[in-house]
C-alpha cells in the first residue's frame, strides 16, 4: 500500500454534526446531568473581597442548616499531598483549594458547602457570614511595577529583537506611535465549569468538560497523590471551552476533595458569577506600537511592546506582542512583554491567546500608518508582505494569504473605498465605514495517539480521547477515521471523550484536528497495512502476490492498485485469516526538523463594514466578509462554522466585553450577561467565511492546519479601523463604547 495520501469520500465533505441532535433535543449528557446514588451538592463561597485573609466563617449555623452535610474550610480541608502550586503538566497554574486563609482575588473559593440538595447547599452558603481583615487590592494596569517578562512561555519567546530597530526608528520618513488598550476578558464558555466526584477506593472517575482528558487525569492525579491510572476522566460533551477546561482548577479540585473526604460523590456546578475568578480569564493589555516606513513604503521598524496584567502569584501574561512577529517584512522588529501583578485571578490561554489582543492593536496601528502614508491599507500589507517568516526568517510552510486579501477584497467590494474617514453615507443617513485586518494564527501540533480495529464484520472502530468542544471534532475526526479505514462514515464506530481511550492530545491551540486527526489517520493507516499483509500473502485471495504497495483501502475492499478489478472485501480477507480483528496504531507528533524547517500559520484576511449613527453613535457591524487559508478543510460546513465563530467573538472584542472591576472591593461589577457583553444576533448582521484553498505539504501528513481561533485576530481590528473610518473618530482602547464617539 503506497503512503501516499488518498481522501476517501468523507474527507472534505460537509457532513452536519454527529453529536448536534443529541445537543438540540438534550439527550446529551453534560458532565453535570450525571447523578450517582447518594450524591451530595456542592455550592462554593467565593471571597468577597480581592486581597487579604478570611478571619471568621460561621460553620456552627450553616452545619446545623436542615441538609447540610459538610462545610470544607482550611480549618478542615485535607491537605493535597502535590499542593496546589506544582506545575505538572505544560498548562498548569497555581490554584486555590482551601489549603490557608489567604484571599488573592474575589471569586476565589473560601469555603464548600456540601448538601443532600442544591438548595440546602446553596442556602448553608449563606449562613457562613465571612469576616475579613481585607487590604486594599492592586488592580490595573498600573496596579504594581511592572516586570520585564519572556510571555506566557506557551510558544515563541516573549522578547524578540531581530535588525537593529532604533536604526529602523532613524531611518523613517513617517512613523506612527500608538498606544491600545484591551480589558480583562473572561471566557465564559455556555457550560460552566461542573464536575462530578465520584471515588472508588483509591480510584475517582471525574465527569468533567475538559480540553486535555489524559493529560488532566495526569495532573489531577499528581495533586491528589495518586497514581495517573486511578483517575478516570469522562468528557463526551462540552459546552464550549474556549481554553478555560484546560486549566486545572480550584472549585473542581474541592469537589474531589469533598467526595473523598465524605465517601460520597460530588457534583459541583459553577454559577455564571463564579466563572469571574478561579477559572481563568484574558489579562487586560496596554501596547505601544511604533511603525515607521520609507519613502516606498515599506516598513524600517516594527517595534512592539506590551504590558499585561497577571495574578499576584503566577506568571502567565498575554503574549500579545508576539502578533508582530509572524506577518509583516520591515527592516527591524522588537517584540517586548512586560507583566503587572493585580489582584485578579491568573489569566490563561483564551480565544487565540497572545493573537486577539496583539493583532488588534498591530492591525489597527498597521491603518493608522497607511492613511499617514497616504495609502490604501490593503495595498500597504501587500507593500509588506512577508515572503519568509520576519522574526525568524523562516520559509512558511504555506502561505495563501495573498489570496485571501484578493478574494475577500473581490467579495467584499473593497474597491473604490475612499481613504479619509466620514466620506460614506447610507440611504439612512447612518455613517458608513469600511475597514480590513490581516488573521493570523500559528498552527501547532500536540502529540497524539489513535487505536483502529477492522471487525470481522467489515466494520471499523476508532478511538482517541478527543474532546468535542462545540467544534465538531467528533464529526471532523470520524471523517479523516473513516478515509483511513477505507469506510464509509456509518460503518465506524467512533470513541472519544474518555480518559481510556489513547491520548488525542490537547483541543487547544487550533491544532486539535491535525493532532488527533493525524493519529487516527495513521491509525486506520496502520490497520489497513496489516489487513493489506494478511490478504497479498494469503494464495486464496485475489490481492494474492500484489505486494502491500499495491493495494487501495476503498468502501470497505482492498483493491489491487493497478487493476481495479482484484478486489477482496475487508470481511472475507478477516474471515479467512480465522476472524480475528486487525489492529493499528496510530502515534504523531511534529518533528523538531519539521518546525525548526518552516513557520507554520493559518492566514486571512478579514474586511468590515460598520454603520454609525451620527447623532446617537449606536454602531452596527453590518457586514464581515473573512477569507481564510488553513490548510486542507476536512468539513467545510464545520469550518466556516468556526470561523464565522471566531469572527463573531471578534466582534464581541471589539464592540461589547469588558469585565469591569470595582477600585475598592476587587469585586468584578458585570458578573453576567446582563453586564458582561457578549454579542447577539443583532449584533450579527452580514456575515460571510471563503475559504481559500491551500495545500501544505510540510504541515503534517494531512496538511490540516486549524481554523479555531484565526477568526478573531483579523476582525477586532477590521471593526476598529471601520469605525475609525465612518466617524474620523480613532478609539485606541476596547470594547469601543458610545461615549468613545461622542
Ligand atoms: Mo484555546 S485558548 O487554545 O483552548
Sequence with gaps: MSETLRFG?????????????????????????????GLLYAVYVPATIARGTVTH????????????????TPDNCPPLPGGPDTKPFRFSFSFEALQDNTVRYANQ??????????EAATEGAKLLNPQYNALQPRLGLDGTTPFPTNGDGFGKPGTTVHGDPDAGHAAALQAVDVTYETPAQYHNAMETHAIVADWDGDHVTLDLPNQAIVMSCAAYAHHLGIPAENVTIRSPYLGGGFGSKVIINGPQMLAIMAARMTGRPVKLMLRRDQMFGPTGHRGATRQRLRIGIGADHRMTVLDHDSRATTSSFETFVESAAN??????????????????RIDSGTPGPMRAPGEATGSAALECAMDEMAFEAGIDPLEFRLKNYAEREPGTDKPYSSKALRQCYAQGAERFGWAGRPLAPRQMKDADGLLVGWGMGTALFAAPMFAAQARAVLRPDGTGLVETAASDMGQGAWTALAQIAADSLGLPLDRIEFRSGSSDLPDAGVAGGSAHTASAGGALHAAGTDAIRHLADIATKDPASPLFGTGNAGVIARAGRLHASDDDSRSESFA?????????????????SRSPEAAEAHAMYSHGAVFAEVKVDPDLFQMRVTRLVGAFAAGRIINPRLAESQLMGGMIWGTSFALHEEAKFDARSGRIMNADFAGYHIPVNADVQG?????????????NALGIKGVGEIGITGTVGAIGNAIWHATGTRVRRFPIRIQDLL
Excluded at 63 to 69: L, M, Q
Design 9 to 37: 469520500s468523507s474527507s472534505g465533505q460537509p457532513t452536519t454534526r454527529r453529536d448536534g441532535i443529541a445537543k438540540v433535543t438534550g439527550a446529551a449528557t453534560f458532565a453535570a446531568d450525571n447523578h450517582p446514588d
Design 687 to 699: 456575515l460571510e467565511v471563503i475559504t481559500v484553498h491551500e495545500d501544505d505539504p510540510y504541515v
Design 572 to 588: 472475507d480477507i478477516i474471515a479467512r485469516a480465522g476472524g480475528a480483528e486487525v489492529e493499528g496504531k496510530g502515534n504523531v
Design 109 to 118: 473559593p473560601i469555603a464548600l458547602v456540601l448538601g443532600e440538595t442544591f
Design 323 to 340: 502578533a508582530s512577529q509572524g506577518l509583516y517584512a520591515s527592516g527591524a522588529l522588537r517584540s517586548t512583554h512586560q507583566g503587572v
Design 57 to 72: 466563617l460561621d460553620v456552627t449555623a450553616a452545619k446545623a442548616h436542615p441538609g447540610v452535610v459538610e462545610v470544607l
